[in-house]
């Protein structure tokens, strides 16, 4: 899993469209951080509106790696958990 072997490209079983994939650890990872972002209004009031667009977005990394398996198909726009 981490010998830095290239996957192979992945189609999805939908619709035969590209499927993105992402390493999970990294999802998870980048995930994390993001959500940390929930608590820059604490350093200023004037940062909560990045505070929530970073914190989405780390939300959603999660739930790509926890629902899709860091795989996203680009045909269906949606996760491919398959
Ligand atoms: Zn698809």
Redesign the pocket.
């Known amino acids: 899993m981490f010998g830095g072997k290239e996957t192979p490209m992945v189609h999805?079983?939908?619709?035969?469209?590209e499927?993105a994939e992402k390493p999970l650890s990294r999802l998870v990872l980048v995930g994390l951080a993001l959500l940390t972002a929930f608590g820059l209004p604490v350093l200023g009031p004037l940062l909560w509106l990045p505070a929530i667009v970073l914190g989405l977005t780390g939300a959603y990394f999660i739930v790509w790696a926890v629902a899709g398996g860091g795989r996203w198909?680009?045909?269906?726009k949606?996760f491919?958990g398959v």
């Open positions: 999805c079983r939908r619709c035969g469209g499927v198909c680009r045909g269906c949606r491919d």
